[in-house]
């Protein structure tokens, strides 16, 4: 299927495009939101980040999709599962990035729910993480929320992380 696409309660999940470039440029100029990331994204680094997602989808059958609001279309933010060396260890990470005006509605949790859900039961894995920054505290509630469990934390991204692991 080429075009799969991941509803919930509030949510549409589907895979990312190049027009969604304007959509993730929210999130990518927004200093706040990118807080834990090395920078900023532009708008051609935002063009290769959709390439690099394009390209997970490929190589790995994986990777980030577009968040939508089911009933009005309104873009929300991007969430998927982003193959991820840990230790040494290729383990499949749940990645969450929400646009700035709509947190605190539980929309990354329903959509980490879904993925983590999505990931057992339709992909087969055994056992997914998530890698959010020890100082995130937003995005360490949403792993929790979903019941993940902190494992131990890791130096990755030249940072310290925790890594929250959920099995099936
Ligand atoms: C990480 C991030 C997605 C978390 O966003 P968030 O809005 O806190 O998370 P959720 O969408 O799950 O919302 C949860 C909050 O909404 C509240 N909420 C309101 N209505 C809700 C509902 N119907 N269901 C669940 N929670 C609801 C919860 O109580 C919670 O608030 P609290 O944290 O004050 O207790 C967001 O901070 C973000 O995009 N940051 C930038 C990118 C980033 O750092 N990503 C993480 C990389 S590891």
Redesign the pocket.
């Known amino acids: 299927m080429n075009n799969p696409v991941i509803s919930t309660e509030r949510l549409l999940l589907r895979k990312m495009t190049k027009e969604d470039t304007g959509n993730l440029m929210e999130?990518f100029s927004d200093p706040v939101?990118?807080?834990?990331y090395p920078s900023i994204k532009n708008e051609s680094e935002t063009m290769e980040w959709i390439e690099w997602t394009k390209n997970n989808y490929d190589k790995y059958g994986v990777g980030l999709w577009i968040v939508e609001d089911k009933v009005t279309g309104e873009f929300l933010?991007q969430c998927g599962i982003v193959p991820q060396e840990v230790d040494g260890v290729m383990e499949m990470e749940i990645?969450?990035?929400?646009v700035r005006r709509?947190?605190?509605?539980?929309?990354?949790?329903?959509a980490v729910l879904a993925w983590k859900n999505y990931g057992f039961e339709i992909l087969k894995f055994n056992r997914m993480v998530?890698?959010?920054?020890v100082n995130?505290v937003?995005?360490t509630?949403?792993a929790e929320?979903i019941g993940m469990q902190a494992i131990k934390t890791i130096n990755k991204w030249g940072k310290e992380v925790y890594v929250y692991s959920v099995s099936i």
């Open positions: 999130i939101a990118m807080r834990y933010g990645g969450y990035l929400f709509v947190w605190g509605k539980g929309y990354a949790s329903e998530s890698l959010p920054d995130n937003p995005s509630k949403v929320r």
